[in-house]
């Protein structure tokens, strides 16, 4: 059973930048494609960054490409996501996700269904 954690949310100002980790646990991990997602109140899930099993692959959602970074550390079992120039539109619970669907090695998705298992998700909030 694959277990995901989050952790680096909070209050930030706009214009401001956080790095939320996510730490994965279970076998085989290199194997799946991981995502990270946000939720606003009454909006729907969306992508916004994904990577790759073997972290050759990284994309980037249009809302957020040129301001986030995602990146990937099989042997410590971690992905990462770094966002710069934080916008109040952005504030959401964040989640990660991994995904073993076909080619989740080589490949990442950016649809809600094609991950398998979920973190409980962190809190970003921008504010001034």
């Known amino acids: 059973q694959l277990q995901l954690v989050e952790s680096g949310g909070g209050l930030v100002q706009p214009g401001g930048s956080l790095r939320l980790s996510c730490v994965m646990s279970?076998?085989?991990?290199?194997?799946?494609?991981i995502g990270w997602f946000r939720q606003a109140p009454g909006k729907e899930r969306e992508a916004v960054s994904c990577?790759?099993?073997?972290?050759?692959?990284?994309v980037y959602s249009r809302s957020m490409k040129g301001r986030a970074t995602i990146s990937r550390d099989n042997a410590k079992n971690t992905v990462d996501l770094e966002m710069n120039n934080l916008e109040p539109n952005d504030t959401s619970v964040f989640y990660c996700?991994?995904?073993?669907?076909?080619?989740?090695?080589?490949?990442?998705?950016?649809?809600?269904?094609?991950?398998?298992?979920w973190g409980r998700g962190t809190q970003v909030t921008v504010s001034s």
């Open positions: 279970g076998s085989l991990l290199e194997t799946y494609a």
């Open positions: 990577i790759s099993g073997d972290a050759r692959a990284p």
């Open positions: 996700a991994a995904s073993r669907a076909i080619n989740s090695q080589f490949i990442c998705f950016d649809e809600v269904n094609r991950y398998h298992y």
